[in-house]
């Protein structure tokens, strides 16, 4: 079954998501030298637009962090901010990060010239939807560098989305505004916010477009394709760079789909990944599935940037609609029916849950989904232990063991079928 050299498909739109992804560090970077334009700092489903409305420059640390595990830095600047008292079973991304910052390393340095590290906030906004270790985060740069923390502290594990929570969200957005207004020295233009609401939106819609193309047999992307490319959404949400972007990539997954190409050559299998990606280790495990002629295909990760709620007739009313229907954010029966429907819409063989050591609000393995999905759909699953950052919670040998045998345990069902 297993191939001797794993066979995958470079995606040709690569070379262009690394151009605007350099256009916005460096836009970044000349915002905070030149002090033309104040920086905000933001978590990855904080209010972004709302930012980019009043003219800040944003910056994700969260994005800074994956960057840091992608690299293989993370490991070894985690004890920095343990030795600070941000204890190592806490989000890796935040001590890393952190890490980082003293340890006065980045690596944005090797890969953009003239960069050093990430820019200076003018001001640190949060919105604790994913987690709290955010706000932790934030008020800790907030005290060291002393300038203004402020963010939304969202409700968590609802099922449903009721007019209430979002009465609760909305105006906390707008508590923001004033602060907001008197750092970024200009008040806010309303039609500036709806021009950005709908940027988002439309960004939002080609996003969830690429990464249904993975329906198609063979999925044209895999998971750890997407975890590159959605860097656009994450990052430049709310900007035409984007939505361009993810037009051009959507045509090249669909040239393949008429063509019949997958990304994985020969795929037999095709597995629903939940939980976060093992940054340092996506080539590995991009390449350990391709070798068994598995495709990752889809993950709940990469679809927690679809945001179908935004609209721009009622920018705040639905940006606090989208942030609260975040997966992260949602009850078990939520998430239940989520994977469900997600299982049969990419007719899934098998699931792959990332129990990250230092993520327990992003792995949903440890209170009987496992048991409870496979008992509702016979769909089989296995339990990897890991985590995003942290390289020393990895065990490769583990790994690699556990995912063969989940394989071959694909087959045998398959040829019982
Ligand atoms: S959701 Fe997980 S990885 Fe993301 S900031 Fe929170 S603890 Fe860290």
Same mark, same amino acid.
């Given at each position: 079954m297993a191939q001797e050299k794993p066979q995958r498909k470079k995606i040709e739109s690569t070379g262009q998501m690394m151009?605007?992804?350099?256009d916005y560090f460096y836009d970044l970077n000349d915002a905070a030298k030149t002090d033309q334009r104040k920086v905000a700092w933001c978590t990855s489903v904080g209010?972004? +637009?709302?930012?980019?409305?009043?003219?800040?420059? *944003?910056?994700?640390? +969260?994005?800074?962090?994956?960057?840091?595990?992608a690299t293989r830095m993370a490991t070894e600047l985690i004890p920095e901010a343990n030795s600070i008292g941000y204890s190592p079973d806490i989000c890796s991304y935040l001590t890393a990060?952190?890490?980082?910052?003293?340890?006065?390393?980045?690596?944005?340095?090797?890969?953009?010239?003239?960069?050093?590290?990430?820019?200076?906030?003018?001001?640190? *906004?949060?919105?604790?939807?994913?987690?709290?270790? *955010?706000? &932790?985060?934030?008020?800790?740069?907030?005290?060291?560098?002393? *300038?203004?923390?402020?963010?939304?502290?969202?409700?968590?594990?609802?099922? &449903?989305?009721n007019e209430g929570l979002?009465? &609760?969200?909305?105006? %906390?957005?707008?508590?923001?505004?004033?602060?907001?207004?008197?750092?970024?020295? %200009?008040?806010?233009?309303?039609?500036?916010?709806?021009?950005?609401?709908?940027?988002?939106?439309?960004?939002?819609?080609?996003?969830?477009?690429?990464?249904?193309?993975?329906?198609?047999?063979?999925?044209?992307?895999?998971?750890f394709d997407a975890t590159i490319h959605m860097g656009p959404a994450v990052v430049l949400r709310g900007t035409k760079q984007a939505v361009d972007y993810y037009q051009q990539l959507l045509a090249e997954l669909q040239g393949r789909i008429d063509n019949g190409i997958g990304a994985v050559e020969g795929e037999q299998y095709r597995i629903y990944w939940e939980g976060m990606p093992v940054w340092g280790r996506l080539r590995q495990h991009s390449e350990l599935f391709a070798k068994l002629q598995t495709s990752v295909l889809v993950s709940t990760y990469c679809s927690s940037w679809i945001f179908p709620d935004f609209d721009p007739a009622e920018p705040l009313r639905s940006m606090a609609r989208a942030y609260l229907g975040l997966f992260i954010v949602r009850s078990d029966d939520y998430k239940e029916t989520y994977i469900k429907q997600m299982l049969e819409k990419f007719k899934i063989d098998g699931i792959i849950y990332h129990d990250a050591k230092t993520?327990?609000?992003?792995?949903?393995? !440890?209170?009987?989904?496992?048991? !409870?999905? +496979? %008992? +509702?759909?016979?769909?089989p699953s296995l339990v990897l232990s890991g985590d995003l950052n942290d390289l020393r919670c990895v065990s490769d040998e583990q790994t690699l063991t556990n995912v063969e045998a989940f394989i071959e345990q694909l087959e045998e069902r398959k040829h019982h079928a």
């Open positions: 151009k605007i992804m350099s209010p972004a +637009e709302l930012l980019r409305a009043m003219g800040f420059a *944003v910056h994700f640390p +969260e994005n800074h962090a994956a960057m840091l595990g990060d952190i890490g980082a910052y003293l340890k006065g390393v980045s690596p944005l340095a090797k890969a953009y010239p003239g960069i050093e590290a990430p820019p200076k906030p003018d001001v640190l *906004v949060f919105n604790t939807n994913q987690c709290r270790d *955010v706000q &932790d985060w934030f008020a800790w740069y907030a005290r060291e560098l002393n *300038v203004p923390c402020i963010g939304i502290t969202s409700p968590k594990n609802f099922t &449903d989305i979002v009465d &609760d969200v909305s105006r %906390q957005l707008e508590a923001l505004i004033p602060t907001l207004e008197e750092i970024a020295g %200009q008040p806010l233009d309303l039609h500036k916010l709806q021009e950005t609401v709908a940027l988002s939106r439309e960004c939002t819609e080609l996003w969830r477009q690429v990464l249904e193309t993975a329906m198609a047999a063979p999925a044209p992307l895999t998971f993520c327990p609000c992003n792995s949903n393995s !440890r209170y009987g989904m496992p048991q !409870r999905l +496979e %008992q +509702e759909t016979g769909i």
